[in-house]
T-cell receptor, first 112, second 115 residues
Framework: SQQGEEDPQALSIQEGENATMNCSYK?????LQWYRQNSGRGLVHLIL?????REKHSGRLRVTLDTSKKSSSLLITASRAADTASYFC????????????FGQGTRLTINP | GAGVSQTPSNKVTEKGKYVELRCDPI?????LYWYRQSLGQGPEFLIY????????DSGLPNDRFFAVRPEGSVSTLKIQRTERGDSAVYLC?????????????FGPGTRLTVL
């Protein structure tokens, strides 16, 4: 079963605009991660945020985590056509557990 | 190679047949995972290996699915008596156990189509 839900399911914006995707989850987590997937194949790890962190940056990416609301957001600034992909949040639920539980993803389209 | 590799990239089989999907993890990674992704969905966990042993196989849907990792490196996911509902992309990932960051590196996947 899916742990998280991404919102929106699909997002289409113009190149240069910022894209924000949200993720909600149900149970307490250890870490939350964001992955990117092109064309339905291999996933690429983008960023990991620990449960005791509130915000993290990596290049044009900014991730926030609100454990009280069990939600996270991924912001991509100054979007590029190459950012077109599906984005998934994933959580590892139990301390020391290794499996990731993914949301259903947000399909992001950047229009040139 | 530098990344996780999976073979074959595509597999078409007939209902009732047996298939094997192979995963080569990143060298030195002791943890290996299998996920399954259906169209329009996020990946779903199947099984996780620590070294040679399956530490968590709670995601395997039924006893037609089995996975091995005999030498703690390459892993094979085996599906018996395939059904049309088994059609999906099967993803393998590996990670360096012992780190506090559970970053998993994914392979390109095997797209399985059961006719």
């Amino acid at each position: 079963s899916q742990q998280g839900e991404e919102d929106p399911q699909a997002l289409s914006i113009q190149e240069g605009e910022n894209a924000t995707m949200n993720c909600s989850y149900k149970t307490s987590i250890n870490n939350l991660q964001w992955y990117r997937q092109n064309s339905g194949r291999g996933l690429v790890h983008l960023i990991l945020i620990r449960s005791n962190e509130r915000e993290k940056h990596s290049g044009r990416l900014r991730v926030t985590l609100d454990t009280s609301k069990k939600s996270s957001s991924l912001l991509i600034t100054a979007s590029r056509a190459a950012d077109t992909a599906s984005y998934f949040c994933a959580t590892d639920i139990i301390q020391g557990a290794q499996k990731l539980v993914f949301g259903q993803g947000t399909r992001l389209t950047i229009n040139p | 190679g530098a990344g996780v590799s999976q073979t074959p990239s595509n597999k078409v089989t007939e209902k009732g047949k047996y298939v094997e999907l192979r995963c080569d993890p990143i060298s030195g990674h002791t943890a290996l995972y299998w996920y399954r992704q259906s169209l329009g969905q996020g990946p779903e966990f199947l099984i996780y290996f620590q070294g040679t042993g399956a530490a968590d196989d709670s995601g395997l849907p039924n006893d037609r699915f089995f996975a091995v990792r005999p030498e703690g490196s390459v892993s094979t996911l085996k599906i018996q008596r395939t059904e049309r509902g088994d059609s999906a992309v099967y993803l393998c990932a590996s990670s360096l156990l012992g780190t506090s960051y559970n970053e998993q590196f994914f392979g390109p996947g095997t797209r399985l189509t059961v006719l």
